[in-house]
Nanobody, 122 residues
């Protein structure tokens, strides 16, 4: 049974930084692509970044240039570091694991974490 658990969310001031972690268990981690999505109240779940099994990283335009995604295949953990945070970054952040092809789409992922709340104050 695949389990994903996000951590590192919280309240951050605008312009600040945070580092989210997602610990995975119950899967052969290195054989899965890992993605980060977020969902603000009343909005759809949006793609942020993904790391393929081979280590290729993809970013959405909304976070490109101020985010860094990485994975540790020994610790079965994926990270998302975000800088220059804005109030519009406020959302629940989810990590996901999957073997799909189109990693920018939610349907590429089979398993999801419960999410961690990030609130950016102005």
């Amino acid at each position: 049974q695949v389990q994903l658990v996000e951590s590192g969310g919280g309240l951050v001031q605008a312009g600040g930084s945070l580092r989210l972690s997602c610990a995975a268990s119950g899967l052969t981690f290195s054989t899965y692509a890992m993605g980060w999505f977020r969902q603000a109240p009343g909005k759809e779940r949006d793609f942020l970044t993904a790391i393929s099994r081979g280590g290729t990283v993809y970013y959405s335009d909304s976070v490109k240039g101020r985010s860094t995604a990485s994975r540790d295949n020994v610790k079965n953990t994926v990270f998302l570091e975000m800088n220059s945070l804005k109030p519009e970054d406020t959302a629940v952040y989810y990590c996901a694991a999957g073997r799909g092809v189109t990693l920018t789409r939610a349907y590429a992922y089979d398993s999801w974490g419960p999410g961690t709340q990030v609130t950016v104050s102005s």
